[in-house]
Nanobody, 125 residues
Framework: QVQLVESGGGSVQAGGSLRLSCAVSGFTYATYCMAWFRQALGKEREGVAGIDSDGSISYADSAKGRFTISKDNAKNTLYLQMNSLTPDDAATYYC???????????????????WGQGTQVTVSS
């Protein structure tokens, strides 16, 4: 069964950190693009960080310098380390897998067809 299961969300104060995890099962994710998206209340879903099958990485401007995407192929797990969080980062974060061809496409959700259920991140000021 193809499945992505996120964890690690929670509530933090501004300036704090969280590490999100995405456990992958049912497919060989090393050959896929993997990414983190987020959706805040009343806003459209947006790409945060993505990594293509070659390991090239893209970050949204809002994430550069603060967030780090990584994956552990041995554990079939994708991570998102988030530092210096602000209230603007509060959202539901989703893990996704898909068939993008390059890091330049990794933040475009149209390339993704496998989605997790999301994990909530709350940041208080």
């Amino acid at each position: 069964q193809v499945q992505l299961v996120e964890s690690g969300g929670g509530s933090v104060q501004a300036g704090g950190s969280l590490r999100l995890s995405c456990a992958v099962s049912g497919f060989t994710y090393a050959t896929y693009c993997m990414a983190w998206f987020r959706q805040a209340l009343g806003k459209e879903r947006e790409g945060v960080a993505g990594i293509d099958s070659d390991g090239s990485i893209s970050y949204a401007d809002s994430a550069k310098g603060r967030f780090t995407i990584s994956k552990d192929n041995a554990k079939n797990t994708l991570y998102l380390q988030m530092n210096s969080l602000t209230p603007d980062d509060a959202a539901t974060y989703y893990c996704a897998a898909g068939g993008c061809l390059s890091a330049a496409q990794a933040l475009t959700q149209n390339y993704y067809n496998i989605w997790g259920q999301g994990t909530q991140v709350t940041v208080s000021s």
